[in-house]
């Protein structure tokens, strides 16, 4: 069955074949998404007053080598300099450079490839691939990407642009990446991967990405007893704070039945304990 989710706030919608849920963090974080996928680059933004950079211009700036991974997996790719340098991460690293012939090269050994590849995507187009569908809670369709997210894939190429751009120090980037994150169609166990992800590679107080998380588990008991308990639990003992996040939000939904019950009492009933035994 696919879900959305607006912070605490559950909606049904119908249900898909072989789909379990739809993670959305909210109206608020559809509203701060960036608006820049419709072909406008991240470097044409900016007051009207400004005089407007050709795209020429980065164009003829310096080609910068990347060596992304290490060993058998390492991949050379290249971009031009005063695009890299709208990161503050490249800014710094291409200050080191000289204009004396010395290879430009960055090296990034601990970073994915396909990370890399979205962000340099987002850096010459304002987007990366899949693109969301405008004015729709959706990602655009490729025929080798299976609709529903069975093993949490399509959600970590998400997350890994989401960390790569917090590190890269692209606050776009970042906010674009976990807007896709809630377009993605997902079955318990895969968003297990992607809860594992998220609290082994954010950073605790990065509400962003783990409220949402916490929030979505805090609401699928029904779907922990029924596909995914024992991951579940692995993960509550892997990351003793996912469990505690869940939990709180649980109790803070208990808390707040209660206060809504003590303020709206229900007309003609009356409260009995819970008797004990077969009498």
């Given amino acids: 069955m696919a879900e959305e989710f607006h912070e605490e706030v559950v ?97 990034l050994p601990t970073d994915e490839l396909d990370a890399v590849g979205c962000f340099l995507e987002f850096l010459y ?32 190429k998400h997350a890994r642009v989401y960390t790569l751009a917090e ?26 991967t992607y809860a594992r992800y998220i609290y082994q590679y954010t950073s605790r107080d990065d509400t962003t990405v783990r409220a949402p998380v916490a ?8 779907t922990l007893r029924a596909e995914a308990e024992e991951e579940f639990r692995n993960l509550c003992l892997e990351f003793p704070q996912f469990g505690y996040d869940v939990l709180t939000r649980v109790l803070d939904e208990k808390l707040k039945r209660e206060r809504n019950d003590k303020l709206h009492p229900a007309s003609g009933s009356a409260r009995k304990r819970a008797r004990h035994g077969n009498a």
């Fill in 167 to 192: 590190k890269f120090g692209m606050d776009k980037l970042r906010s674009l990446a976990s807007s896709k994150i809630h377009c993605v169609n997902s079955t318990a166990k895969g968003e297990i």
């Fill in 11 to 107: 909606e049904e919608q119908p249900s898909v074949p072989g789909a379990d849920v739809e993670m959305v963090e909210g109206d608020e974080a559809e509203a701060s998404a960036p608006r820049n996928g419709g072909g406008e680059l991240p470097f044409a933004e900016g007051d009207d007053s400004e005089q407007r950079v050709q795209f020429i211009s980065y164009l003829t700036s310096p080609v910068v080598t990347l060596v992304v991974g290490e060993g058998e997996s390492e991949t050379i790719l290249t971009a031009h300099q005063a695009l890299l340098t709208q990161s503050p991460f490249f800014s710094d690293a291409c200050a080191a450079f000289t204009d004396d012939g010395s290879p430009r090269q960055i090296d």
């Fill in 215 to 222: 929030n979505f588990w805090a609401t699928r008991s029904h």
């Fill in 125 to 156: 187009t304002g987007d990366y691939f899949p693109k969301k569908l405008p004015g729709q809670r959706l990602l655009e369709q490729d025929p080798s990407i299976p609709a529903v997210d069975e093993t949490g894939e399509q959600l970590l």
